[in-house]
Structure formats: structure tokens, C-alpha cells
């Protein structure tokens, strides 16, 4: 099965700088990488996905870049504010079947934000 | 944003009292999913429907079951809740789609109380 890899599990960063969060992942079959940011008490959201045939995605101050050979993703947060600090997921899915919809989730990153 | 509910918000039981906790949607989404949420980890996945076909994932506790009725509500029954099942238990939805990686959507979550 899907196994992935999330670094680091804690990043604190200064207001204005660029956060960076990295996700490995085994199996090549995967197709669709999500981020989800949970914010305390709160669901997860998706904040941006990248599929296995685009490179790089970007959405405003937030990018995903993907490269399928070396099996990484990585999210790239410009600019960062306070209301960026939250715990980050990411996610893959393995294409098609049943499994097709099942997200494996990395073991999350929280990112502080300091004013 | 009420697109996928869940309730109680919060739910106090005691150790080995039966516990239901639901989740509605309204999305018309063919798939539901429940997942179990402790402190600083990743959503762990109990089980999901595809329209009414139940998919167990192996690890679930025989403790947890779940029915879903129709397409808008999936319930989860915890049948003798013990003090390590005290979690954050989130349901999420999604479109199977024919390629694989539907965005999951999210509710806010039940956090269950064991006591």
C-alpha cells in the first residue's frame, strides 16, 4: 500500500518569510496529491491538489510542485501571516478502483507563524 | 459552508456505553468516510462507502461499526467505548471519479469523550 513521508513535523517561521513543507511518497501508481490545512479545533480543508501530469500549481501565495520520478511533493507558502498557522497535510491517492478516492495522509507539519 | 454535518459537535460518554455519532450531506456526494482523529495526528481512515458497498479498512476495531441508510447519512456506532477511542471522529465525502483523486470535503467532526 501508499505510504507517505511528511518533514518536517514542525516549522516555525517569521512573518513574511516562505515556508517550505516536503512529502515523500511509494507508490508510483499515485495520481493526486492534496494539501489540507486544519486549523485548532477545526475540519481539514483543501488548499490546493496537484494530479500526476501537471509539474507545479500555484494559487496565489500558495504552490505545489511534483516530481514523479523522484516521488515528492512539496508545498511552497510565500509571504506567510499569522492566520497561515495551522497543521498541514498532505495526502496521495492511488489511481483507479475502489481505492481510487482513498487518501493516505502524511503525518502532518505544524507551522507556527510568529508576528 | 453546512455542506457536510455532523452531530453532536461534541459527545460525553462512558466507558463501555454504546455511542452513535451521524453525519448528513448534502452534496449528493456517492462516497462517505469516517475517520478517527487523535491530538497532533493525521485522520486515520475507519472505514468508507461507495454508494452502499461497506469497505472495512483492516486495522478498524470490530468495536466500530456503521451504518449508512441512504445517501445523505452514514452513521457510526462505537459499541463499548473505551478510554483510548476518546477522538475527534470526522466524516468526509467525496465523487468517485472514474481517474481516482476526488477532493474529500470534510465536516467539522464529533470530539467524543470517554470518561
Known amino acids: 500500500g501508499e505510504n507517505v513521508e511528511q518533514h518536517p513535523s514542525t516549522l516555525s517561521v517569521q512573518e513574511g518569510d516562505s515556508a517550505v513543507i516536503k512529502c515523500t511518497y511509494s507508490?508510483?501508481?499515485?495520481?493526486?496529491f492534496p494539501w489540507y490545512k486544519q486549523e485548532l479545533g477545526k475540519r481539514p480543508q483543501l488548499i490546493i491538489d496537484?494530479?500526476?501530469?501537471?509539474g507545479e500549481k500555484k494559487d496565489q501565495r500558495i504552490a505545489v510542485t511534483l516530481n514523479k520520478t523522484a516521488k515528492h511533493f512539496s508545498l511552497h507558502i510565500t509571504e506567510t501571516q499569522p492566520e497561515d498557522s495551522a497543521v498541514y497535510f498532505c495526502?496521495?491517492?492511488?489511481?483507479?478502483?475502489?481505492?481510487?478516492?482513498?487518501?493516505?495522509f502524511g503525518g502532518g507539519t505544524r507551522l507556527m507563524v510568529k508576528p | 459552508d453546512a455542506m457536510v454535518i455532523q452531530n453532536p459537535r461534541y459527545q460525553v460518554t462512558q466507558f463501555g456505553k454504546p455511542v452513535t455519532l451521524s453525519c448528513s450531506q448534502t452534496?449528493?456526494?456517492?462516497?462517505m468516510y469516517w475517520y478517527q482523529q487523535k491530538s497532533s495526528q493525521a485522520p486515520k481512515l475507519l472505514f468508507h462507502?461507495?454508494?452502499?458497498?461497506?469497505?472495512n479498512e483492516a486495522d478498524t476495531p470490530d468495536n466500530f461499526q456503521s451504518r449508512r441508510p441512504n445517501t445523505s447519512f452514514c452513521f457510526l456506532d462505537i459499541r463499548s467505548p473505551g478510554l483510548g477511542d476518546a477522538a475527534m471522529y470526522l466524516c468526509?465525502?467525496?465523487?468517485?471519479?472514474?481517474?481516482?483523486?476526488?477532493?474529500?470535503?470534510f465536516g467539522p467532526g464529533t470530539r467524543l469523550t470517554v470518561t
Open positions: 462507502y461507495y454508494d452502499k458497498d461497506f469497505n
Open positions: 495526502a496521495a491517492t492511488p489511481k483507479g478502483g475502489n481505492a481510487g478516492n482513498m487518501l493516505t
Open positions: 452534496l449528493n456526494h456517492n462516497v
Open positions: 507508490d508510483s501508481a499515485s495520481n493526486y
Open positions: 496537484i494530479r500526476s501530469n501537471v
Open positions: 468526509a465525502t467525496s465523487r468517485r471519479l472514474a481517474g481516482g483523486g476526488g477532493e474529500q470535503y
